[in-house]
Nanobody, 115 residues
């Protein structure tokens, strides 16, 4: 049974930083593309960042230069380092594991950027 468990997030001040973690189990982590998505109230879920099994990354234009995705295959964990956070980054952040048409999702973690 595949499980993706996110941690991190919470309330952060504008301009601050936070790191999300996603621990995966029940799958061969190293072969999956791992991603972070987010969904703000009233908006569709959107891709924030992804990292392939080979370590290639891509980012949404809105987070380029501020967010960094990384993975540790030895720990079956993917991270999202978020810097220079803005109020518009407020959303529920979801971890995703993708292999072809297979997608697994975490339960989500709230990130709120507010003073």
């Amino acid at each position: 049974q595949v499980q993706l468990v996110e941690s991190g997030g919470g309330l952060v001040q504008p301009g601050g930083s936070s790191r999300l973690s996603c621990a995966a189990s029940g799958l061969i982590f190293s072969i999956y593309t791992m991603g972070w998505y987010r969904q703000a109230p009233g908006k569709q879920r959107e891709l924030v960042a992804a990292i392939t099994s080979l370590g290639s990354t891509n980012y949404a234009d809105s987070v380029k230069g501020r967010f960094t995705i990384s993975r540790d295959n030895a720990k079956n964990t993917v991270y999202l380092q978020m810097n220079s956070l803005k109020p518009e980054d407020t959303a529920v952040y979801y971890c995703n594991a993708q292999l072809g048409k297979i997608h697994y999702w975490g339960q989500g973690t709230q990130v709120t950027v507010s003073s």
